[in-house]
């Protein structure tokens, strides 16, 4: 197994933001300086090309480094859980208490599949 990018994982975080902002994934090619096509294709399964990953990227604020996967199958950063609190407790629609209880219903969803996955294993 080598080294490979998670264009299907970084495509779901493009979607989570376009949904966040409520536009059409039309605009969000538009604003991000890039074909429609190139992100139809993307949810069909293929990869940008290094330039518009760079322009998706760029304009949306996701850090692609999230989406590296080295051989064996463990991420460049693996503290998903602590990127995933400091977005919750940045956010400002969801209050403190929004974001202490999203924290918890996801720590506990991710650590149930962390256990399954164990299991599998």
Partial sequence: MSN?????GFYAALDAH??????????LAIGAGVSPS????????????VD???????WSGIDVRAFFVREGGSREKPETLADITALLRA????GKEGAAMM?????SLYEEMRKRREQEI
């Fill in 103 to 107: 924290e918890r219903m996801i720590t």
């Fill in 18 to 27: 376009r949904q966040s902002l409520g536009i059409t994934w039309k605009k």
């Fill in 91 to 94: 956010d400002r629609e969801l």
């Fill in 4 to 8: 490979f990018f998670d264009a299907e």
């Fill in 38 to 49: 190139t992100v139809t294709r993307m949810g069909q399964g293929k990869r940008p090309d």
């Fill in 52 to 58: 518009s990953l760079a322009a998706l990227a760029s």
